[in-house]
T-cell receptor, first 110, second 120 residues
């Protein structure tokens, strides 16, 4: 079983829409979770960490559900510049492995 | 701060040759470095984890004799793809973390810009 599972999409949404991505993880002992953004042919850039209480950064909101072992990312008022691949990531239980989901492709359409 | 560089950024080589990729942490000491491989339209797959001065820990399915990793100092790790073949063509990305830079329970990771390898 993969450490992290993610719906690859693609998601095609109009400007201004709200879109949500989910990601499930297999190891209940995992403690640290992140969302990254990756543009084509570039390295991933940290978007935000995911805290147990949920956290918000402008139009982006991240949530963690430990009981169901999933994390989510909500993007409100989508902009054209939000078009990218969004990857969730989880530290392995030993703290020595960092696993990515397959990534979800988002295209925001004018 | 917390910048990671990779060199080369782009390499084309003939089948059978070996290619070395360098990953450097420029302004911090990286206790751990990670190497990933990403095929087109796929996610980053962790290949191995290396701690300075120790042997790398390889993920299942990654041939340690083919992908040689050396982490000789706290600022440099190298990945050598030995006897490269066309199926090794991929985007190789390193990341580095430090016990001095933590934003969560675990250390934050900083990614290099990646190396695009094409084997003819």
């Amino acid at each position: 079983r993969k450490e992290v599972e993610q719906d690859p999409g693609p998601f095609n949404v109009p400007e201004g829409a709200t879109v949500a991505f989910n990601c499930t993880y297999s190891n209940s002992a995992s403690q640290s979770f992140f969302w990254y953004r990756q543009d084509c042919r570039k390295e991933p850039k940290l978007l935000m960490s995911v805290y147990s209480s949920g956290n918000e950064d402008g139009r982006f909101t991240a949530q963690l559900n430990r009981a169901s072992q999933y994390i989510s990312l909500l993007i409100r008022d989508s902009k054209l510049s939000d078009s990218a691949t969004y990857l969730c990531a989880v530290w392995g239980n030993t703290g020595n492995q960092f696993y990515f989901g397959t990534g979800t492709s988002l295209t925001v359409i004018p | 701060g917390a910048v990671v560089s990779q060199h080369p950024s782009w390499v084309i080589c003939k089948s059978g040759t070996s290619v070395k990729i360098e990953c450097r942490s420029l302004d911090f000491q990286a206790t751990t470095m990670f190497w990933y491989r990403q095929f087109p339209k796929q996610s980053l797959m962790l290949m191995a984890t290396s701690n300075e001065g120790s042997k790398a820990t390889y993920e299942q399915g990654v041939e340690k004799d083919k992908f040689l990793i050396n982490h000789a100092s706290l600022t440099l790790s190298t990945l050598t793809v030995t006897s490269a073949h066309p199926e090794d063509s991929s985007f190789y990305i390193c990341s580095a973390s430090s016990a001095e830079i933590r934003t969560s329970v675990h250390n934050e990771q900083f990614f290099g810009p990646g190396t695009r390898l094409t084997v003819l």
